[in-house]
């Protein structure tokens, strides 16, 4: 891991509660990810997601394995507390890796509105 040093990166999607849709948001998200920071499995230390409560029907770490990501990384998943105004339908996920550079968020399907900061 020459030239690589411990970073980690954040992203969000936001999904309808459906398995499908999960599915597809997750590796939406993850294809993105991935191709923007140039991340290889091998190099991450875990992934962890959190969901907001009205996600239910799939565990978003089984939808990233489905995609065909991380399959020797370790996964967590656990719930957002529930605040006033919370964004709803909404997946976060935490990547730590060994990467060159710093790598970069990614906010998509409507959860670019909680890093209005990133907004291009």
């Known amino acids: 891991m020459d030239n690589k040093r411990l970073y980690a990166v ?6 309808k509660d459906s398995p499908f849709e999960i599915e597809k948001s997750i590796k939406t998200l993850f294809d ?11 190099n991450l230390v875990s992934i962890q997601f959190t969901i907001t409560n009205d ?15 991380g399959s020797d990384v370790p996964l967590f998943c656990s719930q957002e507390p529930e605040i006033t105004g919370m964004l709803k339908n ?3 996920v935490l990547i730590t890796g060994y990467f060159e550079e710093k ?18």
């Not at 993105?32 to 091998?42: A, G, H, V």
């Not at 996600?55 to 990501?69: D, E, F, Q, V």
């Not at 990614?106 to 907004?119: K, Q």
């Open 32 to 42: 993105k990810l991935y191709s923007e920071n140039s991340i290889l499995d091998e």
């Open 10 to 15: 954040r992203g969000a999607t936001c999904s």
């Open 90 to 92: 909404c997946i976060r």
């Open 103 to 120: 790598p970069k968020p990614v906010y998509i399907n409507g959860a670019e509105v909680l890093r209005p900061d990133l907004a291009k």
């Open 55 to 69: 996600i239910k029907s799939l565990n978003p770490a089984t939808a990233l394995r489905k995609a065909g990501y």
